[in-house]
């Protein structure tokens, strides 16, 4: 008669310790937690092959699986052996792609990261390593596999976008080694060394002098109403690219004319207030009244928000020799050179993390009055220019 039992509880999974020598706390149906030396717990199956051996079948570790996922793979388990067929065998049969390891990451990572950071995630994912390793099985990439991807990136010269590439790729792995799915990480030994590092160069910066040209410009092209207007809302509020591209219309206070912009999409990690002017309400009215979607403010044709690239793509082919993050230095330099607002106000309006912990921990005021009286003044100063061109 077959010796029961006794289901184990979550807290005795939780509390198990490590010993000098390895042990099993097993949970009935052969499915048991292995707790080693090092304070590691694997879950592992031990079963009966048809030819009589007994066998194990390790399915992760703890807690990256919990109890009841064990417990619901050890029951998936049982019944292929109850037709005869050995799990083991199975899944080292069947093909796994890559892409099928990565969602199973994704989605645990999205529970750790904001939703902006998890979208360049998904895109680095389809971009760069989906296409090129898609015909391999996981189990069987290579270090000489991800080279090839990695080589390929910097043969575009995009250096930061193949460190990230290679960052994301080796998170993978080590998820993957976590829930028993594969044993060894191969990017672990590809170095940053084996690539070119490009000379790092600055993005140029439009001098104040050189604004009222530039706006010329812009106005008299055949950008887009959008897109133009998604710049000048950008040059206004001195907000970055993503975060005035991913404005939406929920983050818009008409009534206290402020955006609101949540701490998942700052750098600071927290809720940035942005005073809005006159001039800002009524380009946000103008685009309201076009209905070009309910929840994004700058709308792209074929749905959604329009492309982070969008903008500096409008600057290249106009000619103009800046990018949209260089408008929020153009912004910066007026705003000093006028000296008509304290350094710390415009550095408050940028939303810059202060680098001196101590001097942060003090300062906790965001000056917001005192922004909203140079918003104004830095709004009617543009639009001092664009009122000749409109």
Known sequence: MARLVKPLSQTQVNSAKPKSKMYKLSDGGGL???IYPTGRKVWRIEYTRRDGRRDTLTIGKYPEIGL?????QRDEARTLIAHGVDPKRDLDNKFLGLKEVAEQWLVRKKTEVSAGYADKLENALKLNIYKQLSKLDFREIKPVDIV????IIEDRGSYEQLLRTRQILKNIFEFAISRGICEYNPVASIGTNAFIKPKRTHQRALKPDEMPEMLK????SKTTYIVRSCIIFQLLTMSRPSEAILASWPEIDFKKQVWVIPARRMKMKRDHVVPLSGHIIKLLNDIKLLKLDDFW???AEKGGHIHKETPRLAFKKLGINTTAHGLRSLASTALNESNKFRPDVIEAALAHIDQN???AAYNRSDYFHERKEMMYWWSDYVYSFINEYQ
Not at 68 to 72: E, G, H, L, Q, V
Not at 148 to 151: D, N, Q, Y
């Open 357 to 359: 912990r101590i001097r």
């Open 32 to 34: 048991a937690l292995w």
């Open 297 to 299: 403010i700058f709308a």
């Open 68 to 72: 009841a996922d064990a417990r619901k």
């Open 217 to 220: 410009t812009l106005y008299e």
């Open 148 to 151: 090839k991807v990695l080589s």
